[in-house]
């Protein structure tokens, strides 16, 4: 498995990454709760018509309705966010040099994917959860929300405040994550509902390999708009998705047959 049960330091119980890095048990915990809220958040807005509203959420109303609470459990515990706040966007979290308030440092809007009142809550926890992980443990931050390095900074250099009045101001970053792969989303909420280990497993390193993928190339984008060489570019986008290497040899495998 791509985690697993360990000690963190001898103190705490934590899991371990492919690639040695290791994660609390209670940063684990929150990246559960927040992916059950996110679903939660979906199927209450895939029972709303909204114009703006994400694509995937109309054609599964019913896989939505389906998911009953042990389902809703399986599904959350994908290990990254279910949902994105425009962390692969660098210069969105940025603070102007001598800004006194976050919530000025990107006036462009975005259409909004949610449009029920429970977005504003999960999306101020998302924020927080970002901005803790991001100070606390650049490495999960990278690992869980992909965020490649320069959001990472971006984020960490912001106060408690400002975080909180970025929330506030920006709600409508939050969207599903790859609102337009439906077929992602299938096949997690059918596994989640069969609860057979073997599909479910194959849609969480799906999502592995697409938050991998999204992670290099945000990376790379930054080094070249930051004026860096090409290779530098490509030692950037290697070392961000390093702790998917394993996870992405994984989901292009074919399947192990089943004993007869």
Not at 10 to 29: E, H, I, K, N, Y
Not at 74 to 83: F, G, K, N, S
Not at 223 to 238: E, F, K, N, Y
Request: charged content about 20%.
């Amino acid at each position: 498995m791509l985690l697993h049960c360990g000690k963190d330091d001898g103190v705490s119980p934590g899991r371990a990454t492919a690639d040695g890095c290791w994660l609390r048990g209670a940063t684990l915990d929150s990246l559960a709760e927040l992916n059950e809220l996110a679903l939660a958040l979906l199927a209450e807005q895939a029972a709303v018509r909204c114009a703006g509203a994400s694509t995937l959420l109309p054609p599964f109303a019913e896989l939505w309705r389906a998911l009953d609470g042990v389902a809703r459990r399986r599904a959350a515990a994908c290990p990254y966010l279910l949902l994105d706040a425009r962390f692969g966007e660098p210069a969105c979290w940025r603070t102007p040099p001598g800004a006194a308030e976050v919530g000025d440092a990107a006036t462009e809007r975005y259409t909004p994917h949610f449009s029920v009142p429970a977005a504003t809550e999960v999306a101020r926890l998302v924020f927080f959860y970002a901005w803790h992980l991001a100070r606390s443990q650049p490495a999960a931050a990278r690992l869980l929300l992909g965020m490649p390095p320069a959001t990472i900074a971006a984020i960490s250099r912001h106060t408690l405040r400002q975080i909180q009045a970025l929330a506030e101001a920006h709600p409508e970053w939050l969207r599903p994550r790859w609102p337009a792969r439906v077929q992602v989303w299938r096949e997690l909420l059918l596994a989640a509902g069969s609860g057979e280990a073997a599909q479910l497993e194959r849609a969480r390193l799906r999502g592995m390999t697409l938050l991998a993928a999204e992670a290099r190339l945000a990376a790379a984008r930054y080094a070249v708009s930051a004026g860096s060489s090409a290779s530098s570019s490509a030692a950037v986008s290697a070392t961000v998705g390093a702790p998917y290497g394993q996870a992405e040899r994984r989901a292009t495998m074919p399947p192990r047959p089943q004993p007869g």
